[in-house]
């Protein structure tokens, strides 16, 4: 069965981090380009950060700096380390494999005092 699920998200304060995680099963995830997206409350689903199959990395304006997308092989996830959070960064955030359109649930994030 193919599945994705994220986990890692939470509340958090400005300036703080959080890892997201991605665990792929039943299928291997560095195959293909896998995404992480993210949709805040009442705004579109936005892209935020991609790692392709053969490890380049590309990260949306509002994240360079602070995001960063890496993968396990031998664990077959991926993660997002979010570093210096922002109150905009709060969102739903998803993680997706592009060629086959797999989605995992979300996980939450909040930045807040």
């Known amino acids: 069965q193919v599945q994705l699920v994220e986990s890692g998200g939470g509340l958090v304060q400005p300036g703080g981090s959080l890892r997201l995680s991605c665990a792929a099963s039943?299928?291997?995830?560095?195959?293909?380009?896998m995404n992480w997206y993210r949709q805040a409350p009442g705004k579109e689903r936005e892209l935020v950060a991609t790692?392709?199959?053969?490890?380049?990395?590309n990260y949306a304006d509002s994240v360079k700096g602070r995001f960063t997308i890496f993968r396990d092989h031998a664990k077959n996830t991926v993660y997002l380390q979010m570093n210096s959070l922002k109150p905009e960064d709060t969102a739903v955030y998803y993680c997706?494999?592009?060629?086959?359109?797999?989605w995992g649930q979300g996980t939450q994030v909040t930045v807040s005092s």
């Open positions: 997706n494999a592009k060629e086959v359109n797999y």
């Open positions: 790692i392709t199959s053969v490890g380049y990395t």
């Open positions: 039943g299928f291997t995830l560095s195959r293909y380009n």
